[in-house]
């Protein structure tokens, strides 16, 4: 009976779902792309810039790391606001997971990139590569094999983040199941719904993921 219940519901709930489906979705892609912009800006950072910008970098990520995702978007919210930023909810959560994103995406490139032999540059300055060149198509293809595997599971913590979202009013997946569950009270069936998009979601993602990784694998002999 309650099986019943819950599918009536929910198709009767249907454009609120999906609404917010797609903004799990919207939110996760732009942070994770932002996010991922900055990111291989840090690591670069990290690797090759000048000691002062290294230490400045060093400070950025570390602090992010360190920070909960929670704390993260309250003070995007709420403390930019203070001082005379006014975003929206959307925005503001956006701005956070885009920052924690970078954060990680930056130690991954700085891992990457300092495994590859630094004789390599050299050898691209030799040629007349100018970096940005060399970064392209020397540094970037090699350092992107190995960050591949780590860049799907931040991929992954993204989306699961973005639940956090509904604490500042961002009508995401979850939000949208919560408002719901008040109308009906059918918890359990909606929680367990909202548990299984978002395992497809990041399903989809590790599928698309190892996609990737096989593409730019290095063919066996």
């Known amino acids: 009976m309650e099986f019943q219940q819950f599918i009536a519901d929910a ?21 994770v792309v932002f996010g991922t912009i900055l990111g291989i ?8 810039g000048h000691w002062t910008a290294r230490f400045i970098i060093r400070i950025y990520t570390d602090i992010l790391r360190g920070t909960p995702v929670f704390v ?9 606001g203070v001082i005379g930023i006014h975003l929206s909810a959307f925005q503001a959560g956006i701005f956070a997971l885009t920052l924690f994103c970078s954060s990680h995406v ?8 300092q495994a590859i ?22 540094l970037l293809p090699q350092a992107l094999r ?8 931040t991929a992954t913590e993204i989306v699961k983040a973005s639940t956090l979202l509904s604490i500042i009013g961002v009508v995401e997946l979850l939000l949208s199941v919560q408002q719901i569950i008040s ?17 497809l979601i990041n399903f989809l993602i590790e599928k698309l993921g190892r996609a990737i990784e096989k593409k730019v694998a290095i063919p066996s002999v």
């Open 11 to 31: 198709w009767a709930a249907r454009i609120s779902i999906m609404n917010g489906i797609g903004h799990t979705i919207v939110i996760s892609v732009l942070a």
């Open 41 to 48: 800006v840090v690591g670069l950072i990290l690797t090759y």
């Open 72 to 80: 993260l978007i309250l003070a995007s919210f709420y403390i930019l």
């Open 106 to 113: 930056g130690e991954i490139v700085r891992g990457a990139l």
């Open 117 to 138: 032999p630094k004789g390599q540059i050299e050898a691209g300055k030799a040629i007349g590569l100018t970096f940005s060149q060399i970064f392209a198509y020397v």
């Open 146 to 153: 190995q960050m591949l595997p780590t860049w799907v599971n």
């Open 183 to 199: 109308r009906n009270f059918l918890s359990l069936e909606f929680y367990f719904f909202a548990g299984f998009v978002y395992f």
